[in-house]
């Protein structure tokens, strides 16, 4: 079935990159989103990219797709303390979840002043 | 930014008692979703709704139940709440087709005491 895999946490120093990587099982996605969720709070959708795409830059978020890999990461350059927050891969399944966005189960990244 | 309001943000209730989670949206969004998320941890879509008078189980199997009797409102019902409903539920909703984004609101934090 379709599967999403992230890792669980990341730590990096204020100033730095940052890098969350993503890998995802179904062949047939057509987009994959990258979602923040801050503490307490839903989750805001950073950035998406069609399938059709190899790369997406908006501001300070690059995001990288390899298709042949399933491979999907999202670069935050001049990491800052408020980034630290989990950050949710996802893509839109076609198999048995209808439709539905199928979630990663979140890299959690910590910035250190 | 996202017009998709859930309520109440945070409610403690007794056990055995009934509450409903209200959400709206104001988007004119015909897909709607309610996922369940405990701290820290993954998503799990509970519901969700490709209209008025569509209701669908998700992927993890809930004692709650939905109705959605107007566009723009999807609320969730727990008959008779237990301390394992302690959670996170996050409301969202979406455009009917593939591709378009799904919008998160702020979340219920619910404590069954």
């Known amino acids: 079935g379709e599967d999403v895999e992230q890792s669980l946490f990341l730590s990096v120093r204020e100033g730095d990159s940052s890098v969350i990587n993503c890998t995802y099982t179904?062949?047939?996605?057509?987009?994959l989103y990258w979602y923040k969720q801050e503490p307490g709070a839903g989750l805001q959708l950073l950035t998406y990219?069609?399938?059709?795409?190899d790369m997406k830059q908006d501001q300070r978020l690059t995001v990288l797709l390899n298709k042949k890999d399933k491979h999907l990461s999202l670069r935050i350059a001049d990491t800052q303390t408020g980034d630290s927050a989990i950050y949710f891969c996802?893509?839109?399944?076609?198999?048995?979840?209808?439709?539905?966005?199928?979630f990663g189960k979140g890299t959690k990244l910590s910035v250190k002043p | 930014e996202a017009d998709i309001y859930q309520t109440p943000r945070y409610l403690v209730i007794g056990t055995g008692k009934k509450i409903t989670l209200e959400c709206s949206q104001t988007m004119g969004h015909d897909k709607m979703y309610w996922y369940q998320q405990d701290p820290g941890m993954e998503l799990h879509l509970i519901h969700y709704s490709y209209g008025v008078n569509s209701t669908e189980k998700g992927d993890l199997s809930s004692e709650s139940t939905v109705s959605r009797i107007r566009t723009e409102h999807f609320p969730l019902t727990l008959e008779s709440a237990r301390p394992s409903h302690t959670s996170q539920y996050l409301c969202a909703s979406s455009e009917l087709y593939s591709g378009n984004t799904i919008y998160f609101g702020e979340g219920s934090w619910l404590t069954v005491v």
């Open positions: 179904d062949s047939s996605s057509t987009y």
């Open positions: 990219i069609f399938s059709n795409m």
């Open positions: 996802a893509e839109r399944g076609y198999g048995g979840s209808q439709g539905n966005l199928i």
